[in-house]
């Protein structure tokens, strides 16, 4: 909650955050982002039955989205750590959480629901079969 407060006279306030740049909050007085092109994602390998925290690269969505934060309530500025060269090689979008995720929790709720053909349910983003059979 102390994001929300308003700094004391005569300091800045600095956030050190790459999530926060990504959602749809905004902080009062943000007027700079600094991108340092880098995301941690969660994935899950069925083959090991191991999640894991990665440290990706963030695709071009998410670049936009966290240079959105900088100036809401007026003039801002983004500052990426690295060369627009890397930023064109960059994924256009996120890949699904869906599609690198541990089923289990999605295969239960719809278990739950009556959906005895799990696999072929319509889903929004089809995730992979091999995610689906293994378990």
């Given at each position: 909650m102390k994001v929300f407060a308003p700094a004391p006279v005569g300091f800045?306030?600095?956030?050190?955050?790459?999530?926060?740049?990504e959602t749809s909050v905004t902080i009062p007085g943000i007027k700079y982002v600094i991108d340092p092109g880098?995301?941690?994602?969660?994935?899950?390998?069925?083959?090991?039955?191991?999640?894991?925290l990665t440290v990706l690269t963030t695709s071009k969505a998410q670049a936009l989205q966290r240079s959105g934060r900088a100036g809401r309530e007026g003039a801002g500025k983004c500052f990426r750590l690295y060369p627009e060269s890397r930023f064109e090689g960059h994924d256009d979008s996120t890949m699904p959480e869906i599609k690198r995720g541990n089923l289990s929790n999605v295969i239960l709720q719809l278990s739950a629901l009556g959906?005895?053909?799990?696999?072929?349910?319509?889903?929004?983003?089809k995730p992979d079969r091999y995610a689906i059979f293994f378990l």
């Open positions: 800045k306030k600095l956030i050190l955050e790459t999530i926060i740049a880098w995301v941690k994602v969660r994935s899950y390998s069925p083959d090991s039955g191991i999640e894991s959906v005895d053909d799990i696999l072929g349910f319509d889903f929004m983003e």
